[in-house]
């Protein structure tokens, strides 16, 4: 999966989940900045933070990275 489309799949589930950037970084114990660059594309995130993200918007990892499809 590219950057572009999996920051884009952080953004949307964030919003879904009714977080800010700034909620989500909080929650992560990351940067403002660190999110941003994850939804813009910019920086890819390792698994382990991929897994924390997930866990946190209470979503499977599976579901995150789009892997089935």
Do not use: H, W
């Amino acid at each position: 999966m590219g950057n572009n489309r999996l920051g884009n799949r952080i953004r949307s589930f964030r919003k879904l989940k009714g977080y800010t950037q700034q909620g989500l970084a909080e929650k992560l114990g990351v940067s403002l900045s660190f999110v941003g660059s994850l939804e813009r594309g910019t920086r890819m995130p390792t698994e382990p933070v991929l897994r924390r993200i997930a866990s946190t918007l209470q979503i499977d990892f599976e579901e995150l990275c789009d892997i089935n499809n």
